[in-house]
């Protein structure tokens, strides 16, 4: 059977600022009165909700990249044991774990070369789950599945960029929403958001 590897699928991937996609300020259609724009309840509660999305986005941005980071790394780790061949049954479980659900990538053709490499083939520990007497497993990943996790790798550490850079667009819009003034207080203290009066 053709060996697996997957995309990762961890929920941090640009997760700090996927709700905080580009929006339509609620101000632009504030209805205008003889002392400036006019606040309706509805548009004061849309603009709460999206100024309590916005900064958690942002609180939540340092981590997203703290976990990139983390990401890149973990691959490092994979592919440098894959190279010294010293992979073990745990490294090869976790690996499985941190890259999600499978995807088709080596053909039998490629599982049979690595069945010949007789150096890569380790025993099982001794009660490992699902292992019987004398099954193996490789100490070493094959040529095709390092190319993969690089690939995965580099995308990872591309996701620090997207990040940084949408915390940019959030902060703006975040900015022009509290510009606006000061919401209600039975709205404020509904979505526990304050905004001061601007200088």
Excluded at 57 to 64: E, F, V, Y
Excluded at 101 to 123: G, H, Q, V, Y
Excluded at 155 to 162: I, L, N, P, Q, T
């Amino acid at each position: 059977m053709a060996r697996r590897v997957s995309q990762p699928g961890g929920a941090t991937k640009g997760a700090s600022l996927s709700m905080a996609r580009p929006s339509r300020h609620w101000g632009c259609r504030m209805q205008q009165s003889l002392f400036g724009p006019v606040e309706t309840k509805r548009e004061a509660i849309q603009r709460a909700k999206r100024i309590r999305e916005l900064r958690s986005a942002i609180r939540d941005a340092p981590n997203a990249i703290a976990c990139c980071h983390s990401d890149v790394q973990l691959f490092d780790y994979f592919i440098e044991r894959s190279r010294q061949i010293s992979l073990d049954a745990n490294d090869l479980d976790g690996l499985q774990r941190f890259i999600g659900e499978p995807e088709e990538l080596l053909t039998e053709r490629d599982c049979r070369a690595m069945r010949k490499n007789l150096s890569i083939w380790r025993d099982f520990p001794e009660g490992w789950p699902g292992a019987r007497a004398g099954d193996k497993y490789p100490a070493a990943l094959h040529p095709k599945e390092i190319a993969y996790l690089r690939r995965l790798q580099k995308e990872r550490a591309a996701d620090v960029d997207v990040i940084r850079s949408a915390r940019k667009r959030v902060k703006a819009e975040l900015a022009a929403l509290e510009s606006l003034g000061p919401l209600p207080d039975d709205v404020a203290a509904k979505y526990h958001v304050k905004v001061r009066e601007a200088a």
